[in-house]
Nanobody, 122 residues
Framework: QVYLVESGGGLVEAGGSLRLSCVAS????????FAWYRQSAGKQREFVAS???????NYSTDVKDRFTISRDNAKSTVYLQMTSLNPEDTAVYYC????????????????WGQGTQVTVSS
């Protein structure tokens, strides 16, 4: 059984920063790819960033140059450092593990965390 636990969300003013964490268990962390997705009210869940087992990263155009995804294999943790936040970044952020790549695009698995709320005030 794969468990993903996200944390680090909260309320922040526009222009601020947050770091999200996703702790994984029950998975072969070192050989797994991970991704962050987000879902805002009334919208579909959307891709934010991914990191492969070789630490190749990909980002959506909305967050590129503002967000950084990283991983710590020793701690079985994936991070999402978010800077220059704006109200459009307000969403529940979800961690996904064990997805696969096709044409460099991350395809999510069925393993999701419970999500962490990020709210950016203007």
């Amino acid at each position: 059984q794969v468990y993903l636990v996200e944390s680090g969300g909260g309320l922040v003013e526009a222009g601020g920063s947050l770091r999200l964490s996703c702790v994984a268990s029950g998975t072969a962390f070192r050989i797994s790819a991970f991704a962050w997705y987000r879902q805002s009210a009334g919208k579909q869940r959307e891709f934010v960033a991914s990191i492969s087992r070789s630490e190749t990263t990909n980002y959506s155009t909305d967050v590129k140059d503002r967000f950084t995804i990283s991983r710590d294999n020793a701690k079985s943790t994936v991070y999402l450092q978010m800077t220059s936040l704006n109200p459009e970044d307000t969403a529940v952020y979800y961690c996904n593990s064990g997805g696969w790549y096709r044409n460099s695009v991350y395809n999510p698995s069925g393993h999701w965390g419970q999500g962490t709320q990020v709210t950016v005030s203007s």
